[in-house]
């Protein structure tokens, strides 16, 4: 299940496919919902704790799967949101965290979120800067072609502040990957 969970992470609909599997897996009748229950909490235990593994796996998960598998599925319309937001917060974090270890697969996912402005603040400075990082790091040539076309389309976007941002952005960025030592390379 491992290595099916870690193939189908490259997939450009990774959620939806890792979803269906694990939705797949739910039917295993060797495991309860408690023991379910308590993968995921040394799950988020492991992303919490600095585990790019971990929160690479725990940032593919749905937030909808993750309420579903939680049993959280029946709780107020208001509780379910808050929880809901908070596991989405929770992912954009880990998502942060693994990119600062140079985690290709999280800088990745963090570019795309913020090119689809499905996270809010400074998009385009972030977007731009993130694909500006992946191609620095990565050895693999079809990537660096997919995101430096990202890159020239947003340079024209952006302006002298915004550029003058991203490239301090940039820096930083990169210093905290060399720092940290690590570069987890997408397999893909």
Known sequence: MQAKLET??????????????????????????????????????????????????????????????QGLDDLPRDEFIRLRDKFNQQKVSYLEQASKHGSEKALIKLADLYRSQQISGNSLVKSYTLDRLIMEITNNNELYNRYAWFEQRQYSQLSEKELIEANNMFDDWLAEIHKNGTHYPNEK
């Open 8 to 69: 189908q992470a490259s997939y450009s609909d990774a959620s939806e496919a890792i979803d269906n599997t694990l939705v797949q897996f739910d039917y295993c009748e060797a495991i309860n919902q408690d023991q379910r229950r308590q993968f995921y909490f040394y799950l988020e235990d492991a992303a919490k704790q600095g585990s790019v593994a971990a929160q690479q796996m725990f940032t593919g998960l749905t937030a909808k799967f993750y309420m579903h598998s």
